[in-house]
Every structure is written in structure tokens, then in C-alpha cells.
Antibody, heavy 120, light 108 residues
Framework: EVQLVESGGGLVKPGGSLRLSCAAS????????MNWVRQAPGKGLEWVSS????????YYADSVKGRFTISRDNAKNSLYLQMNSLRAEDTAVYYC?????????????WGQGTLVTVSS | SSELTQDPAVSVALGQTVRITCQGD??????ASWYQQKPGQAPVLVIY???NRPSGIPDRFSGSSSGNTASLTITGAQAEDEADYYC???????????FGGGTKLTVL
């Protein structure tokens, strides 16, 4: 069974930094692309970033490009999101999600999320 | 990039059938996946691909697609189906992911 456990969320001031982690188990982590998806309070889901299994391909949403950095450590079965220059609008629950990509589609398995609050 | 458009809210009488739709140009090239999210919980995959249900998802959930529109159908909606539903696919480039704005389903 896929298990994804996020950590590292909390309260941070605007302009500050935070590093999220996601511990994966129950599947062959090194074979899967991984993603971060966020959800602002009372709002919908927003894809943030993805990283391929070997870190060769990395993509970001325009809203976080240049401020957030996704990375992974396959030896530790872990995914990370370094978030810099945080803004109030980055306040959200951040979900770690493993991605299954096939031909003409994809889908995610999700962690339970970690809350990031950006406020002075 | 591309967008996926969903109706913000839909209601259905208990035991009746409801269809939730998702429109976007990328759906001409990529299948949608559908997620159910209840308050305070993480999303749960209910449909992916042409019409595939993960194990544990009731067979009253089904999916279909035509042109730029993907649909999630619940046949015989139950009270426990009341939730937010999100569609998701790759964008037209195939590199990025995009989510619809979500549909709040109310079971009357």
C-alpha cells in the first residue's frame, strides 16, 4: 500500500523559507515520478511541481517558478520542496503525490498533507 | 498551459444519477482522472483512464470522455458521495499537470 507522509509545515513570515519533506513507503519510490500539489484554505487543488524518477525532468507551476525547488533522494525514499520568498498566497495544505504516468493519462496517490501558513 | 473547467456545484436526489463534467483542450489528447475530496481529508482517486476504478471504489462511479469533455457519472448516488470532485489531466504540452476548479456535489 502506498504511504506518503509529509512533514515540515508551519508558520513562516512573508519572505521567509521553509522545507517540506515527504517520506514514501509501500512502493518502489525510485521508479515513480513525484509531485507536490497544494490547496489554499477553502479553495481548489493546484499542482505545484513534479520531478521524474531519476530527477532528469523537473517542472513548476508559473506561480512558484524561481522560488520553489523540488528534489528527491531515492536512497532515502524521500521527496522535498524548498520554498523561498514565501508570500501570503502560498498559504495552503501541501500534498505529496506519487504519479503514475501511462500513455495518454496520469493519476496520483496522495499523502495527508502538511499545512503551511505565511503570515506576519 | 491549459485550463480545465468544472461547474462549481451540482446537486442530486438520493439514489438518482448525476454527471459531473470537465472541459478543456488538453482532454482531446489526455484522459482525465477524477478525485473525491471530503472536508478535512486528502483527495481520493475514483476514476482514471478511459474508465478505470481503483480497488475499493464502488461501481456506481464511472467515467467517459468525448472531444474536449470528460465526465464522471455516479449512478444511484448515496449520501456518502457528497463531496468535492476534481478532474485532472496533463496540460497540452504533456509536461505539466492541471486541475479543474472542483465541483461540490450535494446529495439531497
Amino acid at each position: 500500500e502506498v504511504q506518503l507522509v509529509e512533514s515540515g509545515g508551519g508558520l513562516v513570515k512573508p519572505g521567509g523559507s521553509l522545507r517540506l519533506s515527504c517520506a514514501a513507503s509501500g512502493f518502489t519510490f525510485s521508479s515513480y515520478s513525484m509531485n507536490w500539489v497544494r490547496q489554499a484554505p477553502g479553495k481548489g487543488l493546484e499542482w505545484v511541481s513534479s520531478i521524474s524518477s531519476s530527477s532528469s525532468y523537473i517542472y513548476y507551476a508559473d506561480s512558484v517558478k524561481g522560488r520553489f525547488t523540488i528534489s528527491r533522494d531515492n536512497a532515502k525514499n524521500s521527496l522535498y520542496l524548498q520554498m523561498n520568498s514565501l508570500r501570503a498566497e502560498d498559504t495552503a495544505v501541501y500534498y505529496c503525490a506519487s504519479g503514475v504516468y501511462y500513455g495518454s493519462g496520469s493519476y496520483f496517490d496522495w499523502g495527508q498533507g502538511t499545512l503551511v501558513t505565511v503570515s506576519s | 498551459s491549459s485550463e480545465l473547467t468544472q461547474d462549481p456545484a451540482v446537486s442530486v436526489a438520493l439514489g438518482q444519477t448525476v454527471r459531473i463534467t470537465c472541459q478543456g483542450d488538453s482532454l482531446r489528447s489526455y484522459y482525465a482522472s477524477w478525485y473525491q475530496q471530503k472536508p478535512g481529508q486528502a483527495p481520493v482517486l475514483v476514476i482514471y483512464g478511459k474508465n478505470n476504478r481503483p480497488s475499493g471504489i464502488p461501481d456506481r462511479f464511472s467515467g467517459s470522455s468525448s472531444g474536449n469533455t470528460a465526465s464522471l457519472t455516479i449512478t444511484g448516488a448515496q449520501a456518502e458521495d457528497e463531496a468535492d470532485y476534481y478532474c485532472n489531466s496533463r496540460d497540452s504540452s504533456g509536461n505539466l499537470e492541471v486541475f479543474g476548479g472542483g465541483t461540490k456535489l450535494t446529495v439531497l
